[in-house]
C-alpha cells in the first residue's frame, strides 16, 4: 500500500518494549488528529557474537523481528489494523535506520528507555541519536513509569 502524497507522514520505531508502544499509541493519535500517513518501524541486526550461527542458519532474527511488529501493532491496536498505517521492518542498526527514514518525514517517534541515577531525565542511546540527528521534528515518549527499567517487572 502506499502512502498518498498529500498526506504527512509520522514513522515510529517499535522494539516491543512499554516505552516503544507508548510512542506508537502517541503517534497513531497524532497522525488520525492531522490525518497522517503512520509508517510502524522495527529493526533488526545480528549481534557480532552471534554471525557464525546466523550464518549457518541456527539462529534466525529477522523472522523474530517480524513477528515482535506483527504482536506490538495487532496488540496495540487489534485487527484490523488502521487503514493510514503501514509497518516496515528493516535490517541495521535502529539509531541509524530511524535517522535515514526520518527524512522526507514529518515528525519521528520514539519511546525513552534511558536509566540510570536520574532516570526520568535520561535519553537512551537511540532517542538521543534521533533528537540530535533526525532530519525532521522528533517526539520521544515517556511512559512516566519505571516499566522498561531493568530488574523491574512490568
Not at 132 to 148: R, S, Y
Request: aromatic share 4%; charged share 15%; hydrophobic share 40%.
Amino acid at each position: 500500500m502506499s502512502t498518498n502524497q498529500e498526506m504527512g507522514k509520522i514513522v515510529v520505531g517499535v522494539d516491543g518494549s512499554a516505552g516503544s508502544i507508548a510512542a506508537l499509541k502517541e503517534a497513531a493519535r497524532m497522525a488520525n488528529a492531522t490525518g497522517s500517513w503512520l509508517e510502524v518501524v522495527a529493526c533488526w541486526n545480528v549481534p557480532t557474537s552471534l554471525a557464525v550461527p546466523y550464518a549457518l542458519g541456527t539462529v534466525e532474527f529477522e523472522e523474530g523481528a517480524r513477528q515482535l511488529l506483527q504482536a506490538t501493532v495487532t496488540d496495540t491496536f487489534g485487527q484490523p489494523l488502521p487503514a493510514n498505517m503501514s509497518t516496515t521492518l528493516v535490517h541495521g542498526q535502529p539509531r541509524q535506520k530511524l535517522i535515514e527514514m526520518s527524512d522526507g518525514s514529518d515528525m519521528l517517534v520514539v519511546g525513552r528507555r534511558g536509566y540510570g541515577g536520574f532516570a526520568g531525565l535520561l535519553l537512551g542511546s537511540v532517542s538521543q541519536a534521533c533528537v540530535a540527528h533526525a532530519h525532521c521534528p522528533v517526539l520521544v515518549v515517556n511512559t512516566g513509569e519505571e516499566a522498561d527499567r531493568p530488574g523491574k517487572d512490568s
